[in-house]
């Protein structure tokens, strides 16, 4: 087993995936440590496979702008696998005066990022998508967002990664970060050290035991997220779907089925035994009211059947935004977690430009504002 590397990546999700892979790409020897004993186990291979620009934090946005533009259109040329990227727009739907209040508002941030969002009103909804509910009276549009298959982006990241030579072991639960003289030279792993000058932490929720390691906090914490799919239905679109309260979010996949998510309002309020587990149970109370809000838009799929449904964990940060980041304290630590339920769309890009910090000293894309000290209080 090899024990040292240029860099060691903690997390096999997607963020760690792409890490190593733009890593190796660039000439970098790299060791991923996953925990767990699956490649992809923890939010990659369970979310809504999202990639939008609207409705996000602005500090997210430069980073985010920057990947639909420099990252996703080529993917899957790149990696050479599907990734059912489809950039047909996202309609942000609202039913209310004040629903349309609040997409306004988000709407107004995103422009001001540069990037293409408008209002639109419930005839343009209806010219965009002619199944929604005429209850919609009007929506914020983005046609430059989209979706993708978590699954298939995950496992292409892995496999290029692997081909260029990046070494994965899964089963290695990280202990702690190994310092000499102040600076990263390594880690621990079930009793082994494994030996690198860079350390990027990736690994979702559970980053904050390793970085505690070293002296360092992301205010975060795990929630469960819920996921719904429905047999397979004839094509009906191709953009990507919300709502301004965020009663569900979801899309058709290109063999028809529909992926949406949601949450049933008790995800604090859960079970604690049941929530200790690695995998969290998907509940009957968030098939129900995922259910009721799609129909409230969509009542085109009131006899559509769901097939299964599936829970995961999202690594909540204090203020919703991603943390994507150096440590200055500790050299040669790098961050990638706190993505708050939106990190597949954000994750190729935030791994990309932290590649490029590691092997250059420079990012592409602004990520100032992802920095890990923006939690410390104010002097």
């Known amino acids: ?5 240029d860099v060691i990546v903690i997390g096999a999700g997607i963020v760690g995936n792409a890490t190593a892979y733009y890593l190796a790409k660039k000439g970098k020897s790299v ?3 996953e925990a767990s004993d699956y490649i992809g186990n923890g939010g990659s291979s369970r979310n809504g ?8 934090n602005v500090k997210e946005l430069p980073l985010m702008v920057w990947g639909v533009k420099n990252i996703w259109p080529g993917l899957s040329a790149e990696l050479g696998v599907d990734t059912e990227y489809t950039q047909e727009g996202n309609l942000r739907l609202g039913k209310t005066e004040e629903h349309l209040k609040i997409l306004q508002k988000l709407a107004d941030n995103a422009v001001k990022c540069g990037v293409d969002v408008k209002m639109i009103n419930a005839e343009e909804v209806k010219k965009i998508n002619p199944y929604m509910s005429d209850a919609v009276v009007g929506a914020s549009w ?7 298959n978590p699954l298939t982006t995950t496992l292409g990241f892995y496999k290029c990664a692997r ?5 994965f072991i899964t089963g290695a639960p990280v202990s702690r970060i190994v310092l000499k003289a102040g600076k990263v030279c390594g880690v621990e792993a079930e009793g082994q050290f494994f030996e690198a000058e860079n350390v990027v932490v990736a690994a979702g929720y559970e980053s904050n035991p390793i970085l505690n390691t070293v002296g360092i906090t992301i205010p975060m914490k795990k929630k469960r997220l819920q996921c719904l799919v429905t047999e397979a239905q004839p094509q009906m679109f191709r953009q990507m779907l919300g709502t301004a309260m965020a009663d569900f979010y979801g899309h058709q996949t290109k063999h028809g089925s529909f ?3 949601g949450h049933d309002g008790y995800e604090d309020f859960a079970n604690p035994e049941l929530e200790s587990n690695e995998y969290p149970p998907s509940t009957a109370d968030f098939t129900s009211a995922c259910a009721r809000g799609i129909l409230g838009y969509f ?4 006899n559509a059947k769901i097939v299964r449904s599936w829970a995961g964990y999202e690594d909540l940060a204090s203020d919703g935004v991603c943390t994507v980041s150096k440590v200055d304290e500790v050299p040669g630590l790098y961050v990638e977690c706190s993505f708050s339920g939106h990190g597949f769309g954000i994750g190729p890009s935030a791994a990309f430009n932290i590649s490029e910090l590691i092997c250059t000293g ?3 894309a602004d990520i100032s504002t992802l920095r890990y000290n923006r939690f410390k209080p104010a002097l």
């Open 1 to 5: 087993m090899k024990t040292k590397a």
């Open 142 to 148: 983005c046609p430059t967002d989209g979706h993708a």
């Open 31 to 33: 060791i991923v440590l």
């Open 163 to 167: 081909k260029l030579g990046a070494d």
């Open 362 to 364: 420079i990012c592409p």
């Open 299 to 302: 009542p085109r799929l009131a």
């Open 259 to 261: 992926v949406f998510g």
């Open 49 to 56: 496979g999202g990639v939008r620009q609207s409705g996000r």
